[in-house]
Every structure is written in C-alpha cells, then in structure tokens.
C-alpha cells in the first residue's frame, strides 16, 4: 500500500490551501483516513478524520469550522480543503490509511498506512 500526499505550500495568514492523499496498491479494504499534523518543535496531533464507508467526519477543536475533509472512494482519495489559514497551522500535515486486511474473504487484520508528509507555512 501506498500513501502519497500532495498540496501543501507557503500562503499567508487567512489564505487557503487543498491537500490531497490518494492510497494505491492491493488486497486490502480502507476503512478510515485522516490527516495529522507536526508543527515545529511539538508532537503529532489529529487534524481530522473521515469514515471511508459511510463518511462520518470528525475534527480537531483547532480546524472546526475552517477545514472540511471529503472523500472520493472512487479513487481512493481524501482532500483535506484548508481555509482562513492561521500561522498556528504551520507543520508538516501526514495522511494516514487504516487498511482492512482479508484472508479466504475472512478479515485478518487493520493497519495504519501514512504518507511521508508535505510542509505546510503559513506567514503572518
């Protein structure tokens, strides 16, 4: 399975950005992704995240009201759709795949598949 991210950038302060996350590879179900972040000097935190199934969302009291995550399942895709961007969002922004695994058409197990991540800088 392959996670790969793309989108990210440098944008001022109340800007917007779109990052998007398309997984590829086999044998295997996605069940949820998500977004987390790293800002500078701190430890990763959950952004958001997206039932792949059914597509219940859930969010970060950080992001509420300024980012909206959708799914394409189609694709295998998650947008993360940025808005009114803060300096404070500034870090490098990881998806993340939970992967459903079967055996004989009998699950087997989940896994947490993540991207290599992309910068995002948001200046004041």
């Known amino acids: 399975v392959q996670v790969v991210e793309s989108g990210g950038g440098l944008v001022q302060a109340g800007g917007s950005l779109r990052l998007s996350c398309t997984v590829s590879?086999?044998?295997?179900?996605?069940?949820?992704m998500g977004w987390s972040r790293r800002p500078p000097g701190k430890q990763r935190e959950l952004v958001a995240d997206?039932?792949?199934?059914?597509?219940?969302?859930s969010y970060a009291d950080s992001v509420k009201g300024r980012f909206t995550i959708s799914r394409d399942k189609a694709e295998n895709t998650v947008i993360l759709q940025m808005n009114n961007l803060k300096p404070e969002d500034t870090a490098v922004y990881y998806c993340?795949?939970?992967?459903?695994?079967?055996?004989?058409?009998?699950?087997?197990?989940?896994?947490?598949?993540w991207g290599q991540g992309t910068q995002v800088i948001v200046s004041s």
């Open positions: 993340r795949a939970r992967a459903a695994y079967y055996s004989d058409g009998v699950f087997d197990r989940e896994y947490d598949h």
């Open positions: 997206i039932d792949f199934g059914g597509g219940s969302t």
């Open positions: 590879g086999s044998a295997y179900s996605i069940d949820e």
